[in-house]
């Protein structure tokens, strides 16, 4: 995911920390992703950087959503919309990506709510080792 806005809104409140793992995983957050979060843990899979990066998204973890980008196309900033709350995450499939691999791609569903509106995003995102870690190359969104 690299939404980007080129007109900045103004900084909404963060997000309080959530119990429940937004990343979808039967966990509490502060033992999920948000280890990953607080650099107290890496991802082994491609699977789950994709998963802590959704986590971020929903709780505004700008800075570990750019330390989880590969420098090649990591963004200056993270534009958060206000208005905007991921809600669910679906991982539709994966290709390598593992503990072994330097490359993996993730297909996911990512559902959230804008304006009392329910949507989802359908993406195949691209991930690839950088200095061991892994980290968010790119990725196609699937507008069907
Ligand atoms: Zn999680």
């Given at each position: 995911?690299?939404?980007?806005?080129?007109?900045?809104?103004?900084?909404?409140?963060?997000?309080?920390?959530?119990?429940?793992?937004?990343?979808?995983?039967?966990?509490?957050?502060?033992?999920?992703?948000?280890?990953?979060?607080?650099?107290?843990?890496?991802?082994?899979?491609?699977?789950?950087?994709m998963?802590s990066r959704f986590?971020a998204?929903?709780?505004?973890?700008?800075?570990?959503l750019?330390?989880s980008?590969?420098?090649?196309?990591?963004?200056?900033?993270?534009?958060?919309?206000?208005?905007?709350?991921?809600?669910?995450?679906?991982?539709?499939?994966?290709?390598?990506?593992?503990?072994?691999?330097?490359?993996?791609?993730?297909?996911?569903?990512?559902?959230?709510?804008?304006?009392?509106?329910?949507?989802?995003?359908?993406?195949?995102?691209?991930?690839?080792?950088?200095?061991?870690?892994?980290?968010y190359?790119?990725?196609?969104?699937?507008?069907?």
């Amino acid at each position: 995911m690299s939404r980007r806005r080129t007109n900045r809104p103004a900084p909404a409140a963060v997000p309080a920390a959530p119990e429940a793992c937004p990343c979808g995983l039967p966990a509490r957050y502060a033992e999920c992703c948000g280890r990953l979060h607080r650099g107290e843990a890496a991802a082994s899979t491609a699977e789950q950087l994709m998963r802590s990066r959704f986590s971020a998204f929903a709780v505004h973890d700008e800075p570990y959503l750019l330390r989880s980008w590969h420098p090649d196309t990591r963004p200056d900033a993270v534009d958060f919309d206000p208005g905007m709350r991921w809600e669910r995450l679906e991982i539709v499939g994966t290709g390598e990506g593992g503990p072994f691999h330097q490359e993996g791609t993730v297909e996911f569903r990512a559902h959230y709510r804008e304006g009392g509106h329910a949507g989802v995003l359908h993406e195949n995102s691209r991930f690839r080792r950088h200095q061991g870690a892994w980290v968010y190359l790119d990725g196609v969104v699937d507008a069907g």
